[in-house]
Nanobody, 127 residues
Framework: QVQLVESGGGLVQPGESLRLSCKASGFAFSALAMSWVRQAPGKGLEWVADVASGGDTAYADSVKGRFTISRDNNKNFVFLEMTSLKPEDTAVYYC?????????????????????WGQGAQVTVSS
């Protein structure tokens, strides 16, 4: 069956870095775009980034220049490298497989925009 399993969340101080990983299984991972989506406490879903099957990337303005999405198609992983973290980056981060076209996120982000979701990884940025 389809599984997306995130890891790597935690508590960091402002300005620090963190790397999230997502292991995919049960579907044709290497042929499909993947996304990271987050949800801050008391707020709606927010698209963070897409990575196409061939490695092209797209980012939300709020994370551009600070976050890097990448993938390893041989091992079925997608990553999110987060640097210069801010308190407003505090959220549950989800790995997800989008139904829509790469790089064309819906606004506002909707749950049915994605076919598959991971369980989420908590990222807390606080001093």
């Amino acid at each position: 069956q389809v599984q997306l399993v995130e890891s790597g969340g935690g508590l960091v101080q402002p300005g620090e870095s963190l790397r999230l990983s997502c292991k995919a299984s049960g579907f044709a991972f290497s042929a499909l775009a993947m996304s990271w989506v987050r949800q801050a406490p008391g707020k709606g879903l927010e698209w963070v980034a897409d990575v196409a099957s061939g490695g092209d990337t797209a980012y939300a303005d709020s994370v551009k220049g600070r976050f890097t999405i990448s993938r390893d198609n041989n091992k079925n992983f997608v990553f999110l490298e987060m640097t210069s973290l801010k308190p407003e980056d505090t959220a549950v981060y989800y790995c997800a497989k989008p139904r829509r076209r790469f790089g064309s996120p819906w606004f506002p982000t909707r749950r049915d925009e994605y076919d598959y979701w991971g369980q989420g990884a908590q990222v807390t940025v606080s001093s």
